[in-house]
């Protein structure tokens, strides 16, 4: 069973940093895919940053040259590290893993963690 799970949310005042991570059991990630979202209270589910299989990164605009992802496919984690943070960086933030063989598509997620910036 593939389990994606989540740590490291907290409350952090504006312009700290804060770094959650997201361990995967059950599958290994060397071939997905591999995705930050949030979700913000009465707002859409958004992409946030993603790591390719290859190690191509992709950044939103909105948190472009402040949040860094990674991953360690020997240790099955990928992480967020994030950096001057601001209030409307709040959210739920998850960890998802994603691929696609032969039209096959497979998604993971995992169930969250709260990210609250706040003074």
């Known amino acids: 069973q593939v389990q994606l799970v989540e740590s490291g949310g907290g409350l952090v005042q504006p312009g700290g940093s804060l770094r959650v991570s997201c361990a995967a059991s059950?599958?290994?990630?060397?071939?997905?895919?591999m995705g930050w979202y949030r979700q913000a209270p009465g707002k859409q589910r958004e992409l946030v940053a993603l790591?390719?299989?290859?190690?191509?990164?992709n950044y939103a605009d909105s948190v472009k040259g402040r949040f860094t992802i990674s991953r360690d496919n020997a240790k099955n984690t990928v992480d967020l590290q994030m950096n001057s943070l601001k209030p409307e960086d709040t959210a739920v933030y998850y960890c998802?893993?994603?691929?696609?063989?032969?039209?096959?598509?497979?998604?993971?997620w995992g169930q969250g963690t709260q990210v609250t910036v706040s003074s």
């Open positions: 998802n893993a994603h691929r696609t063989i032969f039209a096959m598509s497979y998604d993971y």
């Open positions: 059950g599958v290994g990630l060397d071939y997905y895919d």
């Open positions: 790591v390719t299989n290859g190690g191509t990164t």
